[in-house]
């Protein structure tokens, strides 16, 4: 049946939604993946039914929660977790983001999936922090990571932004933390589109400054950084950066405009990946790295290409608001049976943006269920007063 879909000029066009999912989600998922590292950073899953609200504690819906990750370790994928897509500073406070750890590690250990989990300071409540609340602000959260078993992952810290006077500062911070890390960590460079409060990151607003500091920090500490996560949405920069690693320190992708590519690689090198977009990708995504795996990258840039219009179309400016639609398409999907979302975000895309969003996933064939992505789509045009 014909769908009526608006658009941002307020017309509405009509689109035929498909009858069956791509034949690759019906894949029954393999071995590891042996030519690159991959993880899916995953959203959260909101209780519907806590009183709670946008200014009130995170309620999540720990069962939904919990199977979402078990779909993508099914596939191979391993999840980064408490990451910016699980709303961190976002919706979801540090007494939350903990237990998610906690359950989300346990989880992992029990079915065998691969588990990495973001350690950052968001626990702090004043905008004056000190150098030393920064350092165990940090401290605090890497003890909870290690002791769930999971592998830290540095997140940028909105306090540190704000504290810190230059370069110097962070080198001490993070040479700090990287010293007593237990085990080597994943370093996360998140830029200001993702979260202006992250602007002059590394200590200057200019990238190339910046970038010498951020590799600076690696390069003392070499044996202590599995590798990094570059967030810039900048293909050039991102290989740049790549290229001026140290010998064994990974480089995950976190370029949701350019990950095809970017994984892909060149003569050079190639990118791992860690990324937002694999949360509604998880299944094609896994598949695509498993054509990668044989050796046939014209095969992965297939499958995953078709993609990046989805991808952007999510991450479009404010870049920040994407875990709205990665959300929206996991209730199509019918990895949820709602789309309530942690502090209210489903309210921060318009529908024209969720029915653009809803029309790119089902032609690609992303919905397990066509027709119940439909009847959940039809349902919320309806609720929008959008006659069909």
Not at 98 to 117: D, H, P, V, W
Not at 163 to 168: F, K, L
């Amino acid at each position: 049946m014909t769908l009526h879909l608006p658009d941002a000029h307020g017309a509405l066009r009509a689109y035929e939604p498909r009858t069956e999912p791509l034949p690759a989600l019906r894949a029954t998922p393999g071995s590891a993946f042996t030519s690159r590292t991959v993880f899916s950073a995953a959203h959260v899953v909101a209780d519907p039914y806590a009183d709670t609200g946008p200014d009130g504690p995170a309620a999540v819906d720990w069962d939904a929660t919990l199977a979402f990750r078990r779909h993508l370790w099914s596939h191979g994928l391993g999840v980064a977790e408490a990451m910016d897509t699980a709303q961190r500073g976002m919706g979801l406070d540090w007494a939350t983001a903990a237990e998610l750890i906690r359950r989300s590690a346990a989880e992992a250990r029990a079915t065998g999936g691969r588990i990495a989990c973001g350690v950052g300071t968001d626990q702090l409540t004043t905008t004056t922090a000190t150098l030393a609340e920064v350092r165990s602000a940090y401290e605090e959260q890497l003890a909870v990571v290690e002791e769930s078993g999971a592998q830290a992952i540095l997140m940028a810290s909105r306090a540190l932004a704000a504290t810190a006077e230059g370069p110097d500062d962070y080198l001490e911070v993070y040479g700090h933390l990287l010293r007593q890390a237990a085990e080597p960590v994943i370093l996360h460079w998140l830029g200001p589109m993702f979260d202006p409060a992250l602007e002059g990151y590394w200590g200057s607003s200019d990238l190339d400054t910046a970038t010498d500091t951020f590799l600076e920090v690696i390069a003392a500490h070499p044996d202590k950084v599995d590798g990094i996560k570059v967030s810039l949405l900048d293909a050039r920069r991102e290989v740049d950066l790549r290229r001026r690693l140290p010998q064994g320190v990974r480089c995950y992708t976190g370029d949701d405009f350019n990950y095809p590519e970017l994984i892909a690689g060149d003569d050079q090198g190639f990118s791992h990946a860690l990324l937002g977009i694999f949360d509604p990708l998880g299944p094609l995504a896994a598949e695509a790295v498993r054509v990668l795996d044989t050796g046939d990258t014209d095969g992965f840039r297939a499958l995953l290409d078709p993609t990046v219009e989805l991808s952007r179309h999510l991450f479009q400016a404010p870049t920040r608001y994407y875990k709205t639609g990665v959300v929206f398409l996991a209730w199509l999907a019918g990895h949820q049976s709602h789309f309530t979302m942690v502090g209210g975000l489903q309210s921060a895309r318009s529908l024209p943006h969720l029915a653009r969003a809803y029309e790119l996933a089902d032609g690609l064939g992303l919905f397990p269920d066509p027709k119940l992505a439909e009847e959940r789509m039809r349902n919320l045009l309806s609720l929008y007063g959008v006659n069909q």
